[in-house]
């Protein structure tokens, strides 16, 4: 087997921590050949779809990947703007931001990028990129609060493999959520508080996370009980009674039953239950997307205001603003202790010498 070698490396380059902030992924356009690219992707992850892979293969080659690019093309359309995607711009800003904070305290030692696990910036090029700065050790966070097999652990299958094929490998630290870390509460808790303030409050708030088939969860996933913790701790924040909030699951595919109560069949229930307003807020995704804007801001507030409520609001996610980067500059920071960078050129090269190898 060859191996990846780095051909800038000298022993007398300045090692740097990595920062590596990731998130799910976004077409490169919304247009059905780039969304047929990108659900390929997406949809032959085996993370993402547990089946067996000979059925999955001709499903969806034969059938779902000759119907749904056009469809998730024409949603595209309705979020897209001059600069991307919605989940493009937030990702890169949340990065630019931790990386103007993280720099005020450690200088250039820290090197923070971003990349997407399907699509563009892809894992691999960006960790290409970071080694060839000298990053030497690696935090990764990927951008979801809430594990779950079908998101953050593939994410580390991403990272093992672009990571399996080079000769010099960083140290790796990996957060694997951080559905109940305070600074993210109080974030998500200052967020609501403040669409409180400007519009008032509503009958009830529900959380909507992005579902998952339900055998995930009976097969040991952890992410339904982590989405009812974040819930259940943002409510206590806020002061609110158990009548007050819900969570619910959206973005199901397929036929299977997913993890419920679902989010568009409860909008479509409350209002006979006597629920008239309603505010809807997404913990699960840490920045907008087409999953927030056009299926919960569009579609399910359709779906609430024709089955009888009169007053729906979305609540944005929390995207670049200063307390979601706090947030991740803390978590990121707590993952940075107890490792220093051992930049004393001089030292570095006497051992690489004493080992015969040239500086």
């Not at 990571?163 to 600074?183: G, V």
């Not at 409520?309 to 979305?314: K, L, N």
Request: hydrophobic share 35%.
């Amino acid at each position: 087997m060859k191996y990846i070698n780095n051909t800038d490396f000298t022993h007398s380059k300045k090692a740097k921590v990595g920062v590596l902030l990731t998130n799910l992924g976004t077409p490169d356009a919304p247009t059905p050949s780039a969304l047929r690219r990108y659900l390929k992707e997406f949809l032959s992850d085996p993370r993402v779809v547990e089946a067996p892979r000979l059925i999955w293969w001709l499903v969806l080659n034969l059938v779902i990947l000759t119907i749904r690019p056009r469809r998730s093309a024409a949603a595209y359309k309705t979020v897209w703007t001059d600069e991307g995607s919605p989940l493009l711009i937030h990702t890169k800003a949340q990065a630019e931001k931790v990386r103007a904070q993280l720099t005020d305290k450690y200088g250039d030692d820290v090197v923070v990028e971003f990349a997407m696990r399907y699509g563009n910036p892809s894992v691999d090029s960006v960790i290409e990129s970071m080694l060839k700065q000298g990053v030497t050790k690696l935090v990764v966070l990927p951008l979801y609060p809430q594990y779950s097999a079908t998101t953050t652990a593939s994410t580390f299958d991403a990272i093992a493999q672009s990571l399996t094929k080079r000769r010099a490998i960083p140290e790796l630290r990996f957060i694997k959520n951080y559905h109940d870390f305070q600074p993210y509460i109080d974030a998500l808790a200052d967020k609501i508080d403040k669409h409180w303030q400007q519009h008032g409050r509503a009958d009830k708030l529900i959380f909507s996370y992005h579902g998952i088939p339900k055998r995930y969860l009976t097969n040991g996933d952890p992410y339904h009980c982590e989405c009812y913790k974040t819930s259940r701790l943002v409510a206590e924040k806020l002061g609110l009674s158990e009548d007050e909030y819900m969570t619910t699951f959206q973005s199901r595919f397929g036929r299977e039953e997913w993890l419920k109560p679902y989010t568009d069949h409860t909008l479509q229930a409350l209002p006979a239950q006597g629920v008239k307003s309603l505010q809807v807020v997404c913990p699960g995704f840490s920045s907008d997307c087409l999953e927030t804007i056009e299926e919960i801001g569009e579609e399910n507030r359709d779906y609430f205001l024709e089955a009888g409520g009169e007053r729906f609001e979305y609540i944005e996610a929390l995207n670049s603003d200063e307390s979601h980067i706090n947030a991740l500059t803390q978590l990121i920071e707590g993952n940075l202790t107890g490792w220093t960078l051992d930049n004393d050129v001089e030292s570095r090269c006497h051992r690489a010498k004493k080992f015969g190898a040239e500086s």
